[in-house]
């Protein structure tokens, strides 16, 4: 589980940590189709993140 800024950073749609916040803050992140203005939400297996006409699916991690 991962903060939403962070996965931005991790997939590469934003440059960092402070730019995937300044998106956020800027309405421009959707969760599930739904805006999230929360930089810190917890991003769980399932869900479905869009920014700059990137999508990502999260999935979950693989059992050890």
Known sequence: MN???D???I???AESG???K????????TVDGEIEL???AKIRAG???????QT????AAPES
């Open 22 to 29: 300044m998106f956020v803050a800027d309405g421009i992140v």
């Open 56 to 59: 990502v699916k999260v999935l």
């Open 47 to 53: 869900q479905l993140v869009e920014c700059l006409g």
């Open 7 to 9: 996965l931005l950073k």
């Open 11 to 13: 997939e590469g749609i």
């Open 18 to 20: 402070g730019q995937g």
């Open 3 to 5: 903060e939403l800024c």
């Open 38 to 40: 929360r930089k810190t």
